[in-house]
Each structure stands twice: as structure tokens, then as C-alpha cells.
């Protein structure tokens, strides 16, 4: 029985209550006791943090408006050096602190970010002509030292965050109005980020890393939604548009590509992860994909209709219907899959 | 920085309960609606529904303007039946009635959207009509429609319409200091609603303190970003004095009523630093009231344990100091010696506090 380990939020009291586990006047005293006012001591500790972080953010906040204010009559050395200077300071406030402990490991999660900073005002200062991706791919390259050596999760976050940045920069040097270009850009952002989930769930553990469920599912969404917003634009441009002229948009074979892999995916999802890994939030993310694809069909279908007749209200309303359909089997589809979840955790020994 | 709430079994203990009082309604308490991300998917799909519904009905013309009104009748109606079908408590919810709550929810919203035309028709576009007319539509929704949304964007944009109301008196002055006297109002009577909470959660108030303290506190920080609401256009700027004083009187208020239930004095040597460092808060920011509410908003997340509105706190501090620093009309270079000053007058006032506070505790696990 887990219950008395859970927090006494007040809607769980009141649960509690209308069961009729707790009488009026228990109601009424565990609800005093979970809302108490913080101790003395917790108070004192909170209103220093309170004045210390106000006042440190006001005092550094007015030294960069300082240097901003005077950053034009700043020479190039000048700016440099004082980004230099800035990284210098956080990189050893993070040796000294120590890089397996949190400050440490913040301080040198702004490392990473100055190093950023100082590429680009070296860029700035000494213009080379060098593409921007460069400046994120070699910040990611340059903050992986940083990485191995704080194995902070979310310096792991950033450093893909830099890497989809470069990704996405290389690839709109090339993108153009080419439709193919685009799908084959979104597989291979769906690539590197479901990459980034599998190394994660297979091997951050063992490497030290550590984030609970959250940081592998905000990245499995990364990998996912790159794939159904293509196979929705797919859909909605190069299979049910049937006027399309030369010069319109489509995704051609890459955009049947992306569809495909889409379907796959989603597939695979739907089977692993109600039962070999049951996941709530997996199976959630594979039906938000579905929904968008089959919600871009549905509207590119009734652009058409509108198209080749004078009717505007009644398409409307066929879209409410179908929304409302949709809305309703996922609801229903997704709450049965909560509670079998539900179902098969109770039974586990 | 908000401590987390106790264990149930504590609370029980500190209750004079068993532990394990509340093992025998274990499946209630833990009894899961369905999770966050369920309910944003399947609430975004309700709410393009019910706006395609809506588009169809533009689209059509099916609605005559002069009837609006009616038609906004008609729908509030509609939710308020629709939403009393479903369970109140929104975490008891599965993923279908998610699914009908929202679709509730966004028959309300269209329900304001058709009386504030209608009712503006019907009145040839008076502000105090219309006003008067949506704080009647909001408390009715506050009332009846048993949802925790629904009673918070009832009890905050009550407020709001209050406001509108205002926008129809020609004396500019009255309103400057009626507008900051209903956002005091809101402001004291949303702090008693945090402050008397476990009171109120176990009597008959229990399902509207919680949203209506919200709804209030979102409001009050709200209406205080004075330019920018005043860049919507129906509002008059409010004085602003009078605000920032009354918000400063609050927060010392709750400062010495907290130091009183805690069993010290209320004032001593290091109440009179806090006390002092409050006044020249005020002084410094007295155009932009905004930073003492934001503030109250962080002692009163922290005295609430309420993570929701302490967060509310950090987000309207950060947003009201920038506006501040932003609608200030001096040279980059005087904006950031303001700040540094400030940022240095705090630190020095917390060195000296933690001095005469005289309790080493406080920095033991900085």
C-alpha cells in the first residue's frame, strides 16, 4: 500500500474524505495539518533566497545592460575578452564547485553556452564567411568535454538542441521550394533525435546520466513529430490535391518515404508499448501523429470540396463532425489502455 | 524553493489520525483521471471541434446579430447543463468526459463572445451595459458550472469587467483611483482566500477558494502590467501610487502575521529591516506596482505550498521587473546604475537581516 507515502494534496484529502476513509472532523484536521504554514527556519531560508536571487539578478542584470550599453565603442579585443573573461570565470566556478555537483555542473552547462557566445563574437569581430551552422555544430563538438565531464542531463538536452540547430541550419542552405528536400530534411531530423531517445534509453543509465521519464520522452516526441507533420503534409499535398500544376509544391518519392517510415513507427509504437513496455505518454504521442495526419486529410479533402462547389457551410460542419469522432474513439481508445495498464500493475507481483 | 506538502501518513499523524487512516480509501485517493498529456490532446481536439462548429454557423449566418444575445443565453445555458453531467473533480475524470468537460468549457467561452456582441448591440456599444452584463454572466458561471477552469476565468475576468464598467465614467482622475481600488480589492480578497485555505477547503467554499485564488492573483498581476493593458485600449491607466502603497502595506501585513503565528514578535530588529527594505521597494517601483504584487504572490505560493502559484510569482516578477525596466524614460545608462543599486541596496539588506535575524540555521545548507 503506497498510499500513505503519496503527498496530502488537498484534492487527495478530499478523495479520501468523500470515500469515506476520513470523518468530517479528520477531514478537517489532516487538511490543516497538510496546509500548515512552513516552520520558522524554512521561512528564513526562503526569504534569503528570496533577496539573495532578486538582488544578484537585478545587480547582473544592470552590469550586462552596462556592457550593452557600451558594446559599439567596445574594440574587437575588448569584445572578445570579455566573453572570454565571462567563460574563464564560469568554467572555473564549475572546476571549483566540482563538476558532479549541481553548481558545478550549471556553471559548466554555461560554459557551454559562452563558448557559443565567444564563437559568435569571434565570427563577429574576424567575419570569415563561414556558414552558421558551423557555430552550433562546433559549440556541440566543443561542449562535449563538458559533458562527459559533468554528466548533467540537461548539458545532454542542450547539446542536442545545438545539434538539431546545425542540422537545421545545413539543411536550409539547400532546402529551396524543393518539396523532396524538405521530407528528407524532417527524416533526417527524425533520425538524429530518435538516435539521441535509443542512445538514451540504452545507454544513459550505464553512463551516468539521470532524468526520470521526462527528458526521453520530450525527445521521443522530437523524433516523432518531424515524421507525422511530413506524412500529413504528404497527405494533404501530394495524395489528395488533384489539380496540382507543374510548378506546385510535392514531396515526391521522399514524401512517400517519410509516410512510410511514419506508418512504421506508429505501428511499432501502438505494439510495443501497450504491453512490452506499457507507456501512456508513447501511446498518447502515436495517436496525436495519427490524429494530425488524418486531420490534414480531412481538411485538404474539404478544401477541394469547397473548391469545386459553392457550399461553405456545410464543409464546415463535416469537419466538426469528423473532429468530434475523432476526438471522441481517442478518448475512449486511450482511457482503455490507461485503466488495462492500470489493470495489469495492480496484478504484477 | 516552496516546501513540498507532507506525506499523507504525516499529515494523518499530525492530524492525530492513524497512519494508516486513509489506507481503506487508498483506490479513491489515488484513483486516476486521466494524465496531463491525455487530457491536453483530447481538450485540443474538443476545442477544434467546437470551432468548426462555430465556423460553420459564421459561415452559414444562420445567427442574426440582433440575436446574439439570445444566442449567448442559449449556449451558457448549454454548458452549464453539459458541465453538471460530468464529475466536478477534474482529476476523477477519465479521457470521454475530458473530452465533454472541454467542449463545456468552449460553449462558455462562445457564450461570453456572443453576449459581449449582442449585449453591445443591444446597449449602441456602453461600456457599463456590457460590463455590468458579463459580471452578472461570470458570477452565474462561477456558481453554477462546477469546474475548476470554468470558476477561474469567472472569478478573474469578473474583475476584468469591472474595469470595463469603469471605462464609461468620464472623470479620469475617479478612475485612475477606483481602477487601483478594485485591483487592491482583488488583491487583499484573493490573499485572504490563500491565506485562510485550510479553513475554507473544509467547509462549504471548498470547490470555489481554490480557482477563485487563482483567478484573482492571475488578475491582480495582470491588471497591474499597466501599459500593456492599457495598449488594448479599453481601459484607463489606473494612479499607481495608490496601488503600490496598499500592495506594500499587504505584504507587510502578511510578513507580521506570519512572524506572529510562527510565536516571535511581530517586530523586532529584523522585521524592521524587512519592513524597511519593503517601504524602499515601493518608493523605487511605485510606477510599477506589478513587482509588490509579484512579490505577494511568491510569500503566498511559499505560506500555500502551492508550486502553480509560486510559479505564477517568478513569472510575474521577471515580467513586471523587465516592463519596469523596459517603460523606464532614462538612457540605457541610468536604467542599469538603477539596477545595480537596487540589486546592491537588496544584498546589503539581507546581509544586514541575516545579521540581526541572529539565527545561523538560516545559511547551514545554502
Known amino acids: 500500500m503506497s498510499s500513505p ?77 570579455l566573453v572570454e573573461l565571462a567563460l574563464v570565470t564560469v568554467g572555473g566556478v564549475a572546476l571549483w564547485a566540482g563538476v558532479d555537483r549541481l553548481g558545478g555542473q550549471l556553471a559548466g552547462m554555461a560554459a557551454v553556452a559562452l563558448t557559443g557566445v565567444l564563437l559568435g563574437a569571434i565570427g563577429q569581430a574576424y567575419q570569415q564567411g563561414a556558414d552558421p551552422w558551423t557555430l552550433f555544430a562546433v559549440t556541440a563538438a566543443l561542449g562535449l568535454p563538458w559533458l562527459m565531464a559533468t554528466r548533467f542531463a540537461p548539458l545532454w538536452l542542450l547539446e542536442l538542441i545545438l545539434a538539431n540547430l546545425a542540422l537545421g541550419l545545413w539543411w536550409i542552405i539547400d532546402l529551396g521550394d524543393d518539396g523532396g528536400a524538405v521530407a528528407r530534411f524532417l527524416l533526417a531530423l527524425s533520425a538524429l533525435n530518435g538516435g539521441a531517445w535509443l542512445s538514451w534509453t540504452q545507454g544513459a543509465a550505464s553512463a551516468g546520466l539521470s532524468a526520470g521519464r521526462w527528458l526521453p520522452r520530450v525527445v521521443a516526441l522530437a523524433a516523432l513529430a518531424p515524421l507525422a507533420i511530413g506524412a500529413a503534409a504528404y497527405v494533404a499535398i501530394d495524395v489528395l490535391r488533384y489539380d496540382a500544376g507543374p510548378d506546385d509544391l510535392r514531396f515526391g518519392p521522399s514524401g512517400l518515404a517519410v509516410f512510410v517510415v511514419w506508418v512504421a513507427v506508429t505501428a511499432a509504437i501502438l505494439v510495443l508499448f501497450r504491453r512490452r513496455w506499457p507507456d501512456l505518454f508513447m501511446l498518447a504521442a502515436a495517436m496525436l501523429g495519427i490524429c494530425t495526419v488524418l486531420t490534414a486529410g480531412m481538411f485538404r479533402w474539404l478544401i477541394e470540396w469547397v473548391q469545386r462547389s459553392s457550399d461553405v457551410g456545410a464543409p464546415w460542419l463535416v469537419m466538426a463532425a469528423f473532429l468530434l469522432a475523432e476526438g471522441g474513439l481517442t478518448a475512449v481508445w486511450l482511457r482503455r489502455q490507461q485503466l488495462a495498464m492500470a489493470a495489469a500493475e495492480d496484478d504484477s507481483p | 524553493m516552496i516546501l513540498p506538502p507532507p506525506t499523507l501518513g504525516d499529515a494523518l499523524a499530525a492530524a492525530g489520525l492513524p497512519r494508516e487512516a486513509g489506507a481503506g480509501g487508498a483506490g479513491a485517493a489515488n484513483a486516476g483521471g486521466s494524465p496531463w498529456y491525455v487530457r491536453l490532446l483530447v481538450g485540443g481536439l474538443a476545442w477544434a471541434a467546437a470551432l468548426s462548429v462555430t465556423g460553420f454557423l459564421a459561415a452559414t449566418g444562420m445567427i442574426d446579430e440582433d440575436a446574439f444575445a439570445y444566442w449567448g443565453t442559449a449556449a451558457a445555458a448549454a454548458s452549464i447543463v453539459l458541465a453538471r453531467r460530468g464529475p466536478s473533480d477534474a482529476d476523477a475524470r477519465g479521457a470521454v468526459a475530458d473530452f465533454v468537460a472541454q467542449l463545456a468549457l468552449v460553449l462558455s467561452l462562445l457564450a461570453r463572445v456572443l453576449l459581449v456582441i449582442g449585449v453591445g448591440t443591444w446597449a449602441d456599444g456602453n461600456q457599463a451595459v456590457v460590463g455590468g452584463a458579463m459580471v452578472v454572466l461570470e458570477i452565474v458561471l462561477f456558481i453554477a458550472y462546477p469546474d475548476f477552469l470554468q470558476r477561474f476565468f469567472a472569478s478573474g475576468l469578473a474583475c476584468c469587467w469591472l474595469l470595463v464598467v469603469l471605462g464609461e465614467v468620464d472623470d479620469v482622475l475617479f478612475v485612475a483611483y477606483a481602477r487601483d481600488i478594485v485591483t487592491l480589492l482583488a488583491a487583499f480578497g484573493g490573499a485572504w482566500l490563500w491565506i485562510d485555505r485550510p479553513r475554507l477547503l473544509a467547509g462549504r467554499l471548498a470547490d470555489y477558494a481554490t480557482p477563485a485564488g487563482y483567478g484573482l492573483a492571475v488578475f491582480v498581476v495582470g491588471a497591474l502590467l499597466q501599459e500593456t493593458i492599457a495598449a488594448f485600449g479599453r481601459f484607463l491607466p489606473g494612479a499607481r501610487w495608490p496601488a503600490t502603497a496598499g500592495l506594500a502595506i499587504g505584504v507587510v501585513l502578511l510578513l507580521v502575521w506570519v512572524r506572529g503565528r510562527l510565536g516571535r514578535p511581530r517586530v523586532d530588529a529584523g522585521a524592521g529591516v524587512l519592513i524597511v527594505l519593503v517601504a524602499a521597494l515601493a518608493y523605487a517601483t511605485r510606477i510599477e506596482p506589478g513587482i509588490l504584487a509579484a512579490v505577494g504572490v511568491l510569500l503566498l505560493g511559499f505560506l500555500a505550498r502551492d508550486g502553480l502559484l509560486y510559479g505564477l510569482g517568478v513569472v510575474a516578477l521577471g515580467a513586471t521587473v523587465w516592463h519596469f525596466f523596459y517603460g ?39
Open chain 1, 5 to 81: 507515502t503519496r503527498p496530502a494534496t488537498p484534492a487527495r484529502l478530499r478523495r479520501l474524505h468523500a470515500a469515506g476513509a476520513l470523518d468530517a472532523d479528520g477531514y478537517r484536521r489532516a487538511l490543516a495539518a497538510a496546509l500548515a504554514l512552513p516552520p520558522a527556519a524554512a521561512w528564513r531560508r526562503f526569504l534569503d533566497r528570496l533577496m539573495l536571487a532578486i538582488g544578484a539578478t537585478l545587480t547582473v542584470t544592470g552590469i550586462v545592460a552596462f556592457f550593452a550599453y557600451n558594446w559599439a565603442s567596445l574594440g574587437r579585443l575588448g569584445r572578445v575578452g
Open chain 2, 328 to 366: 523606464m524614460q532614462e538612457t540605457m545608462l541610468v536604467k542599469s546604475g538603477i539596477l545595480v543599486a537596487g540589486g546592491l541596496v537588496l544584498l546589503g539588506g539581507r546581509w544586514v537581516w541575516l545579521r540581526l535575524a541572529g539565527d545561523a540555521a538560516v545559511s547551514d545548507d545554502r
